[in-house]
């Protein structure tokens, strides 16, 4: 389009995926993306507690909080809507019970809370995908998750293991879905892709862990299984 070149080139370096920087349209001209718009910014401040004291015999509790805030600055060029500014933040929490059924066993639960903003690659990124092109998704919000866990662990003078079964629930799951470049639904001829928060994402798995210390070596073992499925907003997985 000679009456405006900076979207030709910015199709041609799209076009050629990630090993080529895309390139940005502002204001002031063409600026090269890199896979970080330059300038960018993400600050991130937090305050937390915890307190972990006996109830009864054989019986603690954990309790926690967190507050944590984050806030992005980016600019993403005009082709693409300029400045992006998100600011999201959240109180969590946390809380946990241990019994100690004998000397070396104990049974521990545990539920959380969880809240993960948008990061700079999830709000301006841009780059080639499977299928397509993604492009900035600066209206994406906090992901929010609620997890449980349930295990018992075993600790001696020379050996520690512990086995720990846990599921969460992530709401307002951030997912590459079909997008919009202005009104179309191409760019470059490339499906357009942005992140959305239209789905929910369940995890389960289990954990083990061993330590074992003879004399000054100690050899350690893990072993993590987890099973993952993602739901979008009209009910497919």
Known sequence: ???NPSTEKLGQDLHRGPVTPAVRARADGLVPAGKYPNGATMDRTGAFFEIDA???????????GRWSGFRTRAEVGTEFGGAVESAASA???QGGLVL???DPVDLVVRVAQGFRAPNLYDLTN????PGGIVIPSPDATPERSLSYEAGVRVHTRRTAAQ??????LIHDFIARVPGRFHVDTLLD???????RNVGEARLWGIEAEAAHATGPLEARA???YTYGQQTLGDGTA
């Open 1 to 3: 389009d000679p009456e």
């Open 54 to 64: 006996p109830i009864v015999p054989r019986l603690h509790v954990s309790l926690g």
């Open 91 to 93: 109180l969590t929490g």
């Open 100 to 102: 100690s059924v004998s």
């Open 126 to 129: 841009i780059g080639a995908v």
């Open 163 to 168: 086995v720990t079964a846990y599921r969460a």
């Open 189 to 195: 001829g490339e499906r357009v892709y942005q992140g």
């Open 222 to 224: 893990t072993v993590v």
